[in-house]
């Protein structure tokens, strides 16, 4: 097969792969805008005979989803200013001074990201009611995001300090700064891509988080729009175009942020993988 003909199949498959990837969300969006007899109709439509625009300002209305998604922004925002005032400190010490028994333990903690948020739920809630910090709903729920991740930030993160050379360390420690003095001045400057981009998934993440908020946050205005979708949800649910409407303005944000910095978010993690 010639290297033409190779490059056309990939290309194919990819285009393939794509398609099956986003369709889902091609089909949320198309829901949204059907009527209640087309969304049932057999064989299903692909585009809307009459679109109804206007759902999309209904539910937001409705919904008060304007608090919601703010609520959501808060949990994201807090866990994520958490997570990197001390995960980029923790991640710069376990690049600069590592042995095996560092890789051994990041290994071991890493291993705790594959445990689900509703298995860590009910320990954290207990420890949580113990200290009190239920009366601070969403703190807690910050902490908790916070504990959950911080493993697979330091992670990344210290792959991208490993690829900065130490050498250029020394040289300004030799020119008279600081270890401090060096750290902020050469190494977070070369490191700061890995960094955002780390944030960035931590970010997403966390706006979509739901276990900790739906256990943790009794309060209807401090809820974030992950429960508030949840709240259509009952045995006799019909509200398949308010939900998808709901879910299309709940996700767009992200996939937003996503499409405008996904060669950011590739470069950032590959930033570590070559010296």
């Not at 089909?27 to 805008?33: F, K, Q, R």
């Not at 700061?192 to 997403?204: D, E, H, K, P, Y």
Request: with cysteine.
């Amino acid at each position: 097969m010639s290297n033409v003909s190779r490059d056309r199949l990939l290309l194919a498959i990819a285009i393939i792969l794509a398609g099956l990837y986003l369709f889902p969300l091609y089909w949320m969006y198309i829901t949204t805008i059907k009527s209640g007899s087309e969304m049932f109709a057999t064989p299903p439509t692909f585009w809307p005979s009459d679109p109804q625009w206007q759902i999309f300002g209904n539910v937001w209305q409705s919904r008060n989803m304007g608090r919601y998604i703010w609520n959501s922004l808060v949990i994201a925002c807090g866990a994520v200013s958490v997570i990197t005032v001390l995960g980029v400190g923790c991640a710069y010490v376990l690049a600069r001074y590592r042995n095996i028994w560092i890789d051994i333990g990041l290994f071991l903690i890493l291993m705790l990201q594959v445990l689900p948020a509703s298995l860590m739920v009910t320990p954290i809630f207990v420890g949580f009611s113990q200290v009190g910090l239920l009366n601070y709903p969403r703190l807690a729920v910050i902490l908790a995001i916070a504990a959950k991740s911080m493993p697979f930030f330091v992670v990344l993160v210290r792959a991208t300090f490993m690829s900065v050379p130490q050498e250029l360390e020394e040289a300004a420690l030799v020119d008279g700064n600081s270890r401090v003095g060096a750290f902020f001045n050469i190494v977070l400057p070369l490191a700061r891509n890995g960094i955002l981009v780390s944030a960035i998934l931590i970010f997403m993440q966390a706006f979509g988080e739901f276990v900790y908020s739906k256990s943790m946050i009794q309060a209807v205005e401090l809820q974030p729009a992950s429960v508030g979708l949840n709240s259509f949800m009952g045995p006799n649910t019909n509200e398949w175009n308010n939900i998808m409407a709901y879910a299309a303005i709940y996700v767009t944000p992200i996939l937003a942020i996503f499409v405008l910095l996904q060669r950011r978010i590739v470069s950032g993690l590959t930033s570590g993988a070559l010296k």
